[in-house]
């Protein structure tokens, strides 16, 4: 009902939620009924719902582009599931007292199968992030094991640790990992991928994800990367599959030739 106008008249929306546990793939049904008029979507932020609590498995499950998730929280697992062009940003209570970016905030397995889209979590998510992520853009402060596990597409900035076999069977998209303590390399699965060299367009891309990142969750840990960019830039490894870089270098070659 919040988001009626929105879908039926093209105006914008915006409402405020409490959530609880019990409350699973909030967001799914809202996105079914946009599909129903808007194939495509909706304009760029044209639902703006911010929620407070603890969300229940799946949350933002399948959120369709135009609609803007906000959560004050936490959130169980396969938060993201299917993200089909939505935003999702996630960050904890204002009143809690632990550091986000050691803390885990999201369930296992987010943003499985999702395909498109954008999300910024403050606070570390659990195991199988990104798992089959086809398209999405995502920042997150840490990750259990299998991150990015079968990923074939999207961005992922991981802003922390991660745990064991990451990158098992990622075929497409790029993780860059914030690698301070010098922990990361050896949790990688390299049967199919490479630790790849950072270009400009890299950097570009990385600075550009996490000041947004900063700028919808006020992370501390963004801010202090940000404020010491020279150098924390230094400290990022890049994770490229093989067969998905040569893809890209012969598409570049032949885009040079057309140019000619």
């Known amino acids: 009902r919040a988001a009626r106008k929105a879908i039926d008249e093209g105006e914008s929306a915006s409402a405020e939620f409490h959530i609880s546990n019990q409350d699973r793939a909030v967001g799914a049904m809202l996105s079914n009924e946009i599909s129903k008029k808007h194939p495509k979507g909706l304009q760029s932020n044209a639902i703006h719902f911010k929620f407070d ?3 229940g498995q799946s949350f933002g499950a399948f959120l369709a582009a135009g609609v803007s998730f906000e959560l004050q929280g936490d959130a169980n697992d ?24 050691k803390n885990i905030i999201a369930g296992n397995v987010a943003f499985y199968g999702a ?7 403050r606070g570390m998510a659990g195991e199988r992030f990104a798992v089959r992520n086809s398209g999405v853009s995502v920042v997150v402060e840490g990750v259990g094991d299998h991150g990015c596990e079968y990923m074939t597409g999207g961005t992922v900035v991981i802003l922390g640790e991660t745990g064991r076999n990451f990158a098992a069977g990622m075929s497409g998209g790029v993780a860059y ?3 301070e303590h010098k922990t990361f390399v050896p ?3 390299m049967e199919m991928v490479l630790l790849d060299t950072l270009d400009e367009e890299d950097e570009q891309r990385i600075k550009s994800m996490i000041s947004q990142h900063h700028e919808l969750t006020g992370s501390d840990q963004a801010e202090r990367i940000l404020k010491n960019w ?31």
């Open 53 to 55: 609590g603890t969300a």
């Open 78 to 101: 396969y938060f993201g599931k299917g993200l089909s062009g939505g935003r999702i940003v996630l960050y904890p209570a204002r009143q809690v007292q632990y550091d986000p970016s």
């Open 115 to 121: 395909t498109s889209g954008e999300a910024f979590i």
């Open 177 to 179: 990992v914030f690698d």
């Open 187 to 189: 949790n990688v699965n």
């Open 230 to 260: 020279s150098r924390s830039f230094l400290e990022f490894v890049k994770v490229m599959p093989m067969d998905y870089k040569a893809v890209l270098q012969k598409r570049k070659a032949a885009a040079k030739v057309s140019a000619a």
